[in-house]
């Protein structure tokens, strides 16, 4: 499936991340097969399922399809690869690897997002992405915080209470150096962002290293 595909990369640990604009992986599909993903959802959610279908078929190379447990998160059958999706606007990202702790996260540069920054971060944080090349350094923050929220496995997180950001490189991508800090859990992780055209790419994918539930 070439067609919508708009970037794809592999990460330094071999994990592959491919960007798609979902409208135009639709237009291979049948109607038929759109419509298999229509019952109980509404026409835009269908053609998301639909997408994130074709997409991890693409990526593994067979035909696929992708199960959600209770809570929504996607996994993949019969398969050592794990992933991890997030789409905005009309992108759809997908993440494959297999390494234990995984998250993805896309972001449309030109969101707005004003009005909930001292919901989830502080300025001190945002103050770290002030020298990047993005209109909006607070959104970098809210992919990052995004991937830190779906790759911990505890409930109750806070974003600005419990996800911490202590350190970020500016060298080719950018690695935000990262804590979780819950009465449950402590762990650091790292948290790597790109631009994409129209997008910023956050995610992880690194080994158990610095996990530790409490």
């Not at 990460?11 to 229509?38: D, F, M, N, P």
């Not at 696929?64 to 992933?83: N, Q, S």
């Not at 995004?146 to 419990?162: D, N, Q, S, T, Y």
């Amino acid at each position: 499936m070439n067609n919508g595909i708009a970037y794809r990369f592999t990460t330094r640990r071999g994990s592959k991340v491919w960007i798609a604009q979902i409208s135009e992986v639709i237009k291979g599909l049948t109607q038929a097969q759109i419509e298999s993903y229509h019952e109980g959802h509404s026409l835009e959610r269908a053609h998301q399922l639909a997408c994130a279908d074709a997409l991890a078929s693409a990526m593994l190379g067979h035909t696929t399809r992708i199960y959600r447990d209770d809570a929504g998160a996607p996994h993949l059958p019969e398969v050592l690869e794990r992933i991890s999706i997030s789409h905005t606007g009309d992108f759809m990202a997908m993440l494959v690897s297999t390494s234990p702790l995984l998250a993805l996260d896309i972001e449309l540069t030109d969101r707005n997002i004003d009005r909930i920054i001292p919901r989830y971060t502080s300025e001190s944080e945002v103050a770290l992405y002030d020298r990047l090349p993005a209109q909006n350094p607070a959104l970098w923050v809210w992919g990052i915080k995004e991937c830190l929220f779906k790759a911990v496995p505890v409930k109750g997180i806070l974003f600005r209470e419990h996800l911490k950001i202590r350190k970020v490189d500016l060298t080719a991508a950018i690695y935000s150096a990262c804590e979780i800090v819950h009465p449950d859990l402590r762990a650091q992780l790292s948290v790597v962002s790109h631009i994409f055209g129209p997008l910023i790419v956050s995610y992880i994918d690194q080994p158990l290293y610095g996990y530790e539930e409490i």
